[in-house]
């Protein structure tokens, strides 16, 4: 249970979000979700995508209207550049500016080592992962370069840092990522564009969850718990809050950091 002190804080808006929109990418997952939400109880106006789950997706701009603000969503293959263009033109046309933008996207992954991976699955997740990330911002860079600047968050893992067996499937790509982020902010920031990462640890939400539903051996989930000094998994919430924190302009001074929300599962 997290503490008053944390939920009256979750409550609290930011006026930078009131004008233009957030575009999320992956918004239907359990991470994209609670991002979305939250960025929605900030003051937000959001645009999200989802792969294949439409249900989610519908649940979740339910939850961003319930609060006051507007919510729209697209289908969307992450691969395809032209239509992540299209959709993130169209959500400015209808928004006016643009001033937040999150990578929250992922495909499925397969708990494997190294060794016992072939080539065609390895080409699969970088092609969906980290061609996703770079499509989306080709795709918003020239709004936000155009409008004086904004601010770009990509939900990686904190196995970039701490690379647990069986994980490089998540790790590799993530890592490759905060590269194009880092890079980013390098080049970027004289036209005020920040950007940053949040690396998640073991969450109790979407690839994580399915993680730990699909391991049935207990001794493997409690020696993974015994690797975390918090003794715990997160919760999608808090890595939101780690998302809309850096997007605002609390954070309006820091680019090209990972910010591990982990529970010290990275050192």
Known sequence: MMPETYQETYQETYPEFADGVAIVAGGSGGIGAAVVVDLARRGANVAFTYHSNGAAAETVASDVRSLGREARIGQLDLQDAAATRSFVDRAVESFGRLHSVVYAAGPPLELK?????????????????????????????????????????????????????????????????QALIRGLAREEGRFGIRANCVGPGWIDAGLGAEMMSSLDQQSYIDRFLAQIPLRRVGQAEEIAQAVTFLLSDRAKYMTGTTLPVAGGLQL
């Open 113 to 177: 080592f190294i060794s016992q991976l072939q080539p065609d699955a390895w080409s699969k997740v970088f092609r969906a992962d980290v061609d996703g990330c770079f499509n989306l911002i080709w795709a918003c860079l020239p709004h936000l370069k155009r409008q004086g600047g904004g601010s770009i968050v990509a939900v990686v893992t904190a196995a970039v840092d701490r690379p647990p067996p069986r994980d490089i499937l998540s790790a590799a790509p993530k890592a490759a990522i």
